[in-house]
Every structure is written in C-alpha cells, then in structure tokens.
C-alpha cells in the first residue's frame, strides 16, 4: 500500500480535522465586529479540516487493522472510543469529500447574508454540524453515537432555522426536529435491545450479543434501525420533512444535509445490518429493505417531477437516491440470506458507490441551486429562464449534476446505477422462486425511476437555464463569485473522475465489503487490465468499460460533425432571432415547468391525484373572446393527509383530554406531589 | 458529663424537644392571624435549635452546635424579619385564607403523625440512636408543611410551610444521623436563605400584578 505508516497518518489526521474543526468554531467568535472576518476563518477552517478529513479517509481504508482512539470517561455507561474500521473511513471520506468542496463555496456563498445573519453563530454551527458528522461514524460505542448523532440532528435544527424571521422555515424546522427525535427514539429501540443482552453499549459488545439474542428480538432489531435509520434517510413515508427542511436552510447548509447527513443514515443501516446483525437474515428482511428502497426510488422521483421549487425538487430526488441505494443494499442483504457471498458483495458495493456518487452530485447540485437561488432571490421554476446566458460557469456544473443524477454515462451516476441494475438482473442465481420474480420487478421500477429522472432533470436544467428570462430577478442574474464556482467546480471533476475510473474506487469499496461478506470482489470485478468492470464474476454476465465509453463520447461527437462538415454540403451560417411566426417571442410563451410535467400527471394521475380549477372571465360584449383565464393546479399531499394528519389529530384530541390535569393551579401541583408521595409511602410500609 | 447523668434521660429530652416542635407545627395550622404564623415559626425553629443543641451535647458532636447556632441567626432571627417585612409591604388585609378551615385541616394533620408513625416504625425498630423516635415526628411535620402548603392560600404561608418542611428535614438529619456533614448544613442553610428571599421577592410581584398574595389567582397565567 502507498502509506509507509498509514496509523501513524491516521492519529495525526484526526487530530488535525478535530482541532481545525474546533478552530472553524471558536475562531469566528474572536472577532464579532468583522463578518467578512469570521466567514473567511469559519469557512477556511471548514475546509482545512475537511481535506485532512479526505486524508484520514484515505489512509483508514488502507489499514488492515482498525485503529481505535479511546478517551477516559467518568460517565457511567459512556466510553468514548472511536475506531476507523474501513465502512466508517469509507463514510469519514465521503463527508470529507463533499465538506471541503461545501466549505469552499460556502465562503462565498455566505456573504450575502453577511448583513442580516450573526456569521459567528452561522460559521460556527456550520464547523460543528460537519465535525459532529465526521465522529459519528467513528463512534464505537452505542451510547457515545446516539450522542453525537443527537448533537448532529440538533445543530443541523439550529441550522435549518438560520433565516428564523420566516413562518415557513420555523415551521421547517419544528417539522424536522419533530421527526428527527421520533426517528432517534427508533434506533435507541434497537440500541436497547443489543444492550440488555450485554449489559454493554460498546459496538464490540453489539457484535457478541447477535449470537444469543433470541429470534424476536432480533425483528424488533431489524424493524427499530429501519424506521429510526429511515427516518434520518429520507424513505417513503418517512420522508415528509426532507421537501420542507433541506429548502428552508441556506444552500450551503442543505448540500451538506441532502448529500452528506443523510448517508449518516445509510451507515447507520450498514452498520446494524451487517456489522452488528451479523448478515444472517431472514429473507423477508433484505426484500423489505428492497421493497421499500423501490418504493422510495419510484415515487420520490415522482414527487420530484411535480416540484416547481428548485431546493424542494432536489429533496424528492435525495428521497429517490436513497431508494436506490437501498435497491443496492436490499439486493445484498437477499443474496447473503442465501448464501451468494459475491453476489451480496456486489449489491452492497453498489449501495456503497451510489452513496458516495449521491453525495458529490447531491452536493454539486444543491450548490447550483443555491447559486441561482443567491442571484434571483427565488426558488420558484417559474421565475428563472434564460441563466446560462448569465451564468455559463454554475450552468455548465449544473448540467454535470443534472447528468449524473440521471444516470447518464460517463458520469458516476450511471456507473453506480449500472452496478445496482447488475446485482438485481444477477437475482436468477437465487434459489427460491419468489425472490427470482420479486428482485427482477425492483429492477424494472429502478428503469422507470431512471426514465422519470432523466424527464425531471431535462425539465428543472431547461426551465431554469435555457430559453429566455421569465422575471425580472432573471434577467437581473448574475455569475456567482469564484469560491463559489470553485466549489462546485470541485465536484464536478469529482462527477466525472468516479464516472470514468469506478476501477480505481471499486477496489477502494471492496475494502468495505470484504469485512462483512466473505468475498472480495476487487480481483474479479475489475477485468484483467482495469478497463473494465464484469459483475458476473466469472459466469460472463455483463461487462462494461466506461473508460471506452468516455472515450467513444469524445470521439463520436467530433466524428459526427465531421461528417456533417465532409459529407452535409454546404453550411450557411445565420443568426437570427427564433421566428415565432411573426409575432414577436415573448417569455411568457415559453413551455412552463407545470406545462413540461403535465404528461406525465396525466398518466400518473392515480397516484398524484391532481386538482386542476380553471376559470375563465369572458369578455362582456362577446362570450367566445376570453378576457382573463386563471388555472390552479394543487397535488394531495397523500401520505400526510392520510398518514400524518390522523396521528397528529389523535395527539391533539389526546393532549386536550389531558389538559385537564394541567389547571395552572399551584394547589394543585402541590397536590399532585403530596398524593404521590403519600401513596408512596403507604406502599412501602 | 454525659455519663454521669441518667442514661435514658438524653432520649427523653430529645423526644420532649421533638414533640414541642410538632406542637408548634399543629399550633402554626390552627393559627388564623400571619404574624402570628411567622412568630410560631420563629419559635419552632428555637425548638429545633434547643434539640439539635441537646442531640450535640448528649453525642459530644460539636459540628451540631454550629447547626444549632445558624438555625437560631437564621430561622428564628433572619428569615421571620424578612417575612415581618414582606407582610408589612404587601399590606395583607384579610388574614389566613383557607382552601381547608382550620378544624378539618387540624384532622387531617392527625392522620399525618398517625401515617408517619406508622411509616417509620420498621425503622425505628431497627434504630440504636437515642435519637430513634424523632424519625417520625420529623416525617409528621415534612408532611404535615406540605399540606399547609397546599391548604393555605396566601403565598406568606406557604412559605411558612415550606420552611416547615426544611425544619423537618433538619430534624430529621438530626435525629436518624446525628446530623449531616457540616458543610451540607451550610449549604442548606443558605439554601433555606436564599429560598426565603426569592420568595418574598416573588409575593412583591404577586402583589404587584394581582393586587394580592393568593396564589390560586395564578390560574389566570394559564393560557
């Protein structure tokens, strides 16, 4: 391995990223009075850390034995340990990755809100939101994890309400500490029930307790880490708070939150299913994460297509990229209920490598977003129009997101989702019959999924950057400052990198299989001369070079025009406006967001359900000439009206009943504890 | 010295001291007048200062003297001077209101002594201190403060029962431990102290914003 002393690397590089993360935090508040100060130290700390993160990544999936750090504690049941086992440097080098990229165009990003917002606070929450995410997935022990894991989902609360004078991100907000607490009361379930099996809440302990833990509990196990994990993922229904809070918090904030804090979740499901779990399942365990990850794929892009807010959109899409990666990891957990070592490798590979992937696009689109977003000052669709003109650099990295995210070679979107697609076709090897029809049908959804997506991004990409300015906020955009363009610049490369050479990154991921599996895949997947990835292993399957793929690209393009040049006749070259039939082309004859999905509505109405109200004012002197015409369009939030409204109405109709106790009489409260105590008494004597 | 004097005699003064604080403690519930309350009060903590002055002496502890000395600065001098003063300022013009009247009240408080008896007897058993006995009358008066706590209307008096309760305790310290280290006490006593005060603080505002120190006013906060 290229590290002479990779554990030496490792303590020096974690003590590096805490200590410049701790800076990013205490830093900007030595200086108050000088916003531009404080967001140059916050940021610039953010990123030094986040690069000695990607380091510490690195070197820990190159170690064979996992260091472990631990520290005293005089707090009873707490120990804190961390250890960089290669799944935890995996996600240490993903949150590093997209940090430092964030941190970068955070620096500029950050500036417009250098006048309204405390940058101090902003800065400083920012550092520990990306610290307390870089230790939770080194945490090494169960009580210390559900304490950073809280400290993670509470700073990124206080982020989310940055801009809290607005209703809507207060109500966001709630939504999302709402969820993010009942999702956390999820995983201690599952925490509890390897705990009083043990009596220990070390990870290590977790591991020893799955051979005594008796069937039942083992369910409850599976089903606790799937809500609580699911929950912080995004799945289908869980996902109602992702559309409300990654918007609601500044574009910098939700990159981070759509495309790394999620995947925390991701870890967390690894992590309980394979580590602590043993990867000895049921089958019904690894389909309900397969049904549930389809689920999630197909509607999340769905819901996304119907989004005419940029930041919203992208949300739904984080619901369906989780769905994918779920696909991946459904697939392995089938695959080792039986027995198919190689096979599992490959569906948790590819699970793997859709997470990283989602993490960079999710990123670089969100970030895009948040360009557009910091020069019209709007996040309505509608609004936007005509911004490559303006904005060639932030349209040209948005246009590689938008590819990636669709799964469209050469970028890393496709080469994940084509791993993905593999291990479910390879779901003829299983042995039992339904599973045989069952994985093949998860396949077709995850085809319509990447269908729709590609529809979803050509409208959002469309919309917002071609044709001409729909307001005044876009014809008055601008280009966006270079720490931005840098930052998004960054992922871009980082698109089309692990699109182009998945036979450098599977080698790396198969470091993060092998533990749990039983298999290593790096020999075999790869073919002789690293060009090419077979997952057939070895039954000559299906194979792809995606090197060769880039390369016919890069040819065929130039090939083509050169025919049209050789052998086209002649080229007259003349610019003119676009002929509109001799009227002149106004913006508001432009094809509209709403106008772009409506086919799709049409088709899918059964599950959108759609309420379209068209009013027509005629004119008074004839009633063929149509004066003003006014059309509402609203979808039924289904799963919250039929799923979230009920039990938020019985909480109310329940806490109203109990108000009776709380009169607000002090008599009465004195009362309360004097009874109490009484019966107490009398219970003991 | 001690051994020279009758050997039940300490249990037995110590069980009269005990016994005159839990006839204050019925006189302070049957009492309808508030400064006559806060007297009753300043004369309880006398009595527990002369017990836990006679616990010091028959066990040669002399940290308990100490207690016994902060009890009398505080409880007997200090804190009835800020109660004098918070009655003085807030201007009570009816006296005593009850939630329970006094007769029914003083039933109750019976039923209290007999259910901390009755508590504190399996322990008592067991006890080897000349201090046994007092377990359950400080348990009666812990108990019988929280209900004039939440039988008394007026924020004064249920300060008066929560200083009660603290006597209790104290008492309580005193008679299962031989008392609690001293710097607990301390701590305590200047807990007690600045309860007092914050309390008092507390029925100025009352006062201020209802026109009166009855609690059950505060209803109105709700909402």
């Known amino acids: ?310 930041k919203s959109l992208l949300a739904y899409h984080s619901v369906e990229n989780i769905g994918i990666i779920l696909l991946g990891i459904g697939a392995g957990m089938i695959f080792q209920t039986y027995g198919l070592a190689n096979l599992a490798a490959l569906g948790l590979l590819a699970g793997l490598y859709h997470t990283l992937n989602h993490a960079v696009f999710k990123s670089l689109l969100f970030m895009g977003a948040g360009a557009v977003l910091s020069t019209t000052h709007t996040r309505n669709m509608e609004e936007y129009g005509g911004l490559i003109k303006t904005m060639p650099w932030t349209a040209l990295f948005f246009l590689v997101g938008a590819v990636s995210i669709s799964g469209l070679p050469p970028t890393n979107g496709f080469v994940s989702e084509w791993l993905t697609f593999q291990s479910l076709f390879l779901s003829f090897q299983l042995p039992d019959l339904l599973m045989k029809i069952m994985v093949p049908i998860g396949a077709a959804m995850l085809a319509l999924t990447g269908a729709l997506a590609v529809a979803c991004f050509a409208k959002a990409f469309g919309i917002t950057f071609l044709a001409m300015p729909r307001s005044q906020h876009a014809r008055e955009a601008k280009e966006v400052a270079w720490p931005m363009r840098i930052g998004m610049g960054l992922l871009a490369v980082a698109c089309l990198a ?54 016919l690209l890069i040819v065929i393009v130039p090939l083509t025009l050169l025919g049209v040049v050789l052998f086209g006749g002649r080229l007259r070259k003349r610019l003119y406006h676009t002929w509109g039939c001799g009227i002149n082309l106004k913006p508001r004859m432009e094809y509209t967001a709403t106008g772009f999905a409506q086919p799709i509505r049409q088709v899918f109405s059964m599950i959108y359900r759609p309420t379209v109200k068209v009013e027509t004012e005629m004119l008074e002197e004839s009633r063929y000439f149509a004066k003003r015409k006014t059309f509402e369009l609203s979808l039924e939030p289904t799963f919250q009206k039929h799923l979230y409204d009920p039990v938020v109405r019985l909480f109310n109709l329940a806490a109203e009943r109990l108000r009776v106790v709380q009169a607000g009489s002090l008599h009465l409260y004195l009362s309360y504890i004097f009874i109490t105590l009484l019966v107490l008494l009398l219970w003991v004597s | 010295m001690p051994l020279s004097l009758h050997p039940d005699l300490g249990s037995q003064l110590i069980n009269l001291c005990s016994m005159l604080l839990l006839l204050t403690t019925f006189a302070i519930v049957a009492q309808r007048r508030l400064s006559a309350c806060v007297d009753l009060f300043a004369l309880q903590s006398l009595f527990l ?169 505060l209803t109105g906060l709700k909402e």
Not at chain 1, 97 to 103: D, E, F, N, P, R
Not at chain 1, 530 to 540: D, E, M, T, V, Y
Not at chain 2, 97 to 115: D, K, M, Q, T, Y
């Open chain 1, 498 to 551: 692990l699109g182009v050479a998945p036979m450098v990154v599977v080698p790396l991921l198969d470091r993060v299989t092998s533990g749990f599996t039983e298999a290593t895949l790096a020999g075999r997947l790869v073919t002789e001369g690293g060009f090419a990835l077979a997952p057939g292993l070895g039954i000559g399957f299906a194979s792809i070079s995606t090197p060769l793929l880039a390369i």
């Open chain 1, 1 to 310: 391995m290229p590290f002479v002393d990779a554990s030496g690397v490792v303590t020096a590089t974690l003590l590096a990223t805490i200590v410049l993360y701790g800076l990013g935090i205490l830093l900007p508040q030595c200086c108050p009075r000088h916003p531009h100060l404080q967001n140059l130290f916050a940021h610039g700390a953010a990123t030094l850390a986040a690069m000695s993160g990607i380091v510490l990544g690195l070197s820990g999936l190159f170690i064979d034995a996992p260091p472990v750090f631990s520290l005293p504690s005089t707090l009873p049941l707490l120990t804190i340990q961390f250890r960089l086992d290669p799944l935890s440097a995996f996600f240490v080098l993903l949150i590093s990755l997209a940090g430092a990229a964030v941190s970068i165009y955070a620096v500029g990003y950050v500036r417009e809100f250098e006048s309204r917002h405390p940058i101090g606070l902003l800065g400083g929450l920012y550092n520990a939101f990306l610290l307390s995410m870089t230790l939770v997935v080194m945490a090494d022990d169960g009580f210390l994890f559900l304490i950073l894991w809280e400290i993670m989902s509470i700073v990124s609360y206080l982020l989310v309400v940055t801009e809290h004078e607005k209703a809507d991100v207060r109500y966001a907000g709630f939504f999302y500490l709402v969820m993010t607490h009942v999702g956390t009361a999820f995983i201690l379930v599952t925490y509890l029930v390897f705990f009083q099996q043990t009596g220990d809440f070390s990870f290590e302990g977790f591991r020893q307790s799955i051979a005594s833990l008796p069937e039942g509990f083992r369910t409850i196990a599976f089903l606790g880490a799937l809500i609580g994990f699911g929950t912080k993922a995004g799945i289908i229904p869980l996902h109602v708070w992702l559309p409300y809070a990654h918007p609601a918090a500044p574009s910098h904030v939700s990159a981070l939150m759509s495309g790394v804090m999620i995947k925390t979740a991701i870890y967390g499901l690894i992590r309980v299913y394979f580590d602590f779990l043993g990867g000895d399942f049921p089958w019904w365990w690894g389909f309900t994460v397969l049904a549930v990850g389809a689920v999630s794929a197909l509607l999340g892009v769905m819901y996304a297509l119907m989004e005419h807010d940029l």
């Open chain 2, 49 to 217: 200062a002369v017990t836990a002055a006679v616990v010091a002496w028959f066990t040669d502890s002399p940290h308990i003297y100490i207690a016994a000395l902060l009890t009398i600065a505080i409880k007997t001098v200090t804190i009835p001077m800020i109660l004098k003063k918070v009655i003085e300022r807030v201007n009570v013009k009816r006296e005593i209101e009850f939630v329970i009247n006094i007769p029914p009240s003083l039933l109750i408080c019976g039923a209290l002594v007999i259910l901390a008896f009755s508590v504190t007897e399996p322990i008592a058993k067991l006890g080897f201190l000349l201090t046994r006995d007092s377990l359950a009358i400080a348990l009666a008066i812990v108990l019988i403060g929280f209900f004039m706590m939440i039988a008394r209307k007026k924020a004064v008096t249920q300060i008066v029962g929560f200083l009660m309760m603290e006597n209790g305790l104290f008492l309580g310290a005193t008679a299962s431990a031989y008392g609690m280290p001293l710097i607990v006490e301390l701590g305590v006593f200047f807990d007690v102290l600045v309860a007092a005060l914050i309390i008092g603080v507390y029925t100025h505002r009352l006062q201020d914003t209802f026109d009166s120190v009855d609690t059950t006013k």
